[in-house]
């Protein structure tokens, strides 16, 4: 049972242009969404993440976006640049004593073109 | 450096051998896990572990296993029993109760022929 569906599989954006990747998710008792970012050959590791009572929250050129009531979230990449090529992962979990386990989407391939 | 090494980075093996995959880290987090990532699949947990000597299954636990002796090593062993054991495997750990932010090694992508 996948409780974190993401989409689009892949994405082709241009350079600075704006990447969109969306996740929704099932469980309402998860309250943290992290996204995480993968380079080829490498591990993921953790761009930016966000509790559900904040809509969104912005880092540099990226910004997550979250819409509680839809159980929806996602991830805007501003600007994006041939650098930010890469497999993003959103992700969500319980926090708190007892929490063991971070639930993964699919991944999206995000190809920028110069 | 701080981190989490995983070795090899690349592990060839014929089908019926069990191989085990190294995860060392010195981040003194308690908590430790495996993933598998196969192409469009996503990470999938194969086993985890809060604290020392003590670990549960995953979502795909069936053909492997995990020893946590020591806090800061988490080594998974893919049996013969797994079918389909070629895949890119990650060992994360994490603070204890606060699995959204966990730290990956490089990952070891191991081939089975």
């Known amino acids: 049972q996948q409780q974190v569906k993401q989409s689009p599989q892949s994405l082709i954006v241009q350079k600075g242009g704006i990447s969109i990747i969306n996740c929704a998710y099932e469980n309402t008792a998860f309250d943290y969404f992290p996204w995480y970012q993968q380079f080829p050959g490498k591990g993921p590791a953790l761009l930016i993440a966000?509790?559900?009572?904040?809509s969104e929250k912005k880092e540099g050129r990226f910004t997550i976006s979250f819409n509680k009531s839809a159980k929806q979230f996602s991830l805007h990449i501003m600007d994006s640049q041939p650098g930010d090529s890469a497999t993003y992962f959103c992700?969500?979990?319980?926090?708190?004593?007892?929490?063991?386990?971070?639930?993964f989407g699919k991944g999206t391939k995000l190809s920028v073109i110069p | 450096d701080g981190g989490i090494t995983q070795s090899p980075k690349y592990l060839f093996r014929k089908e019926g051998q069990n191989v085990t995959l190294s995860c060392e880290q010195n981040?003194?987090?308690?908590?430790m896990y495996w993933y598998r990532q196969d192409p469009g699949q996503g990470l999938r947990l194969i086993y985890y572990s809060q604290i020392v000597n003590d670990f549960q299954k995953g979502d795909i636990a069936e053909g492997y296993s995990v020893s946590r002796e020591k806090k800061e090593s988490f080594p998974l062993t893919v049996t013969s029993a797994q079918k389909n054991p070629t895949a890119f495997y990650l060992c994360a750990s994490s603070i204890r109760d606060s699995s959204y932010e966990q730290y990956f090694g490089p990952g070891t992508r191991l081939t089975v022929t």
């Open positions: 992700a969500a979990s319980l926090s708190g004593a007892g929490s063991y386990q971070l639930t």
């Open positions: 966000i509790r559900p009572d904040v």
């Open positions: 981040l003194n987090h308690d908590a």
